[in-house]
């Protein structure tokens, strides 16, 4: 009798360790910390000039251009086939508008004006329907 309530004893100590332990893996760890830390936009960007690109998802070709408000064109892109896209363009901050041409009868064209300012992006889109999808530009 005396050895089973040792055993007892012992078989309980071990049990409690066993259901005591944790099994976290370092790598969940490394992963929440990362969540948890929020960059500062502001303190990532570092002046960088304001960029733009479009992606076509239409079914006709479209052409790009970028201009400042008093004419300077500062980007053309011609010919951006569906399902392409162009590259990002940067340009100086100002007031710039893109203008998206489809040169087909019976589709009009896009034209929108943003103030472009330092550390901004404007990732346009051309719908199905072959417009320009509603959108604006944001920080970096």
């Given at each position: 009798?005396?050895?089973?309530?040792?055993?007892?004893?012992?078989?309980?100590?071990?049990?409690?360790?066993?259901?005591?332990?944790?099994?976290?893996?370092?790598?969940?760890?490394?992963?929440?910390?990362?969540?948890?830390?929020?960059?500062?936009?502001?303190?990532?960007?570092?002046?960088?000039?304001?960029q733009a690109r479009i992606t076509n998802n239409g079914t006709i070709s479209i052409t790009l251009q970028i201009v400042s408000t008093d004419g300077t064109?500062?980007?053309?892109?011609?010919?951006?086939?569906?399902?392409?896209?162009?590259?990002?363009?940067?340009?100086?901050?100002?007031?710039?508008?893109?203008?998206?041409?489809?040169?087909?009868?019976?589709?009009?064209?896009?034209?929108?004006?943003?103030?472009?300012?330092?550390?901004?992006?404007?990732?346009?889109?051309?719908?199905?329907?072959?417009?320009?999808?509603?959108?604006?530009?944001?920080?970096?």
């Amino acid at each position: 009798m005396k050895n089973l309530l040792k055993n007892a004893i012992a078989c309980a100590i071990v049990m409690s360790t066993l259901f005591n332990c944790s099994n976290e893996s370092i790598e969940n760890e490394q992963l929440e910390e990362s969540l948890l830390v929020t960059p500062n936009a502001q303190t990532d960007c570092l002046n960088q000039d304001p960029q733009a690109r479009i992606t076509n998802n239409g079914t006709i070709s479209i052409t790009l251009q970028i201009v400042s408000t008093d004419g300077t064109v500062l980007h053309t892109v011609e010919n951006i086939a569906p399902g392409n896209a162009s590259g990002f363009l940067t340009f100086a901050p100002d007031d710039i508008i893109f203008n998206i041409s489809k040169n087909t009868t019976g589709i009009q064209d896009d034209k929108v004006v943003y103030t472009m300012d330092q550390c901004m992006s404007y990732d346009m889109s051309i719908g199905a329907d072959n417009y320009l999808v509603s959108g604006s530009p944001d920080n970096l």
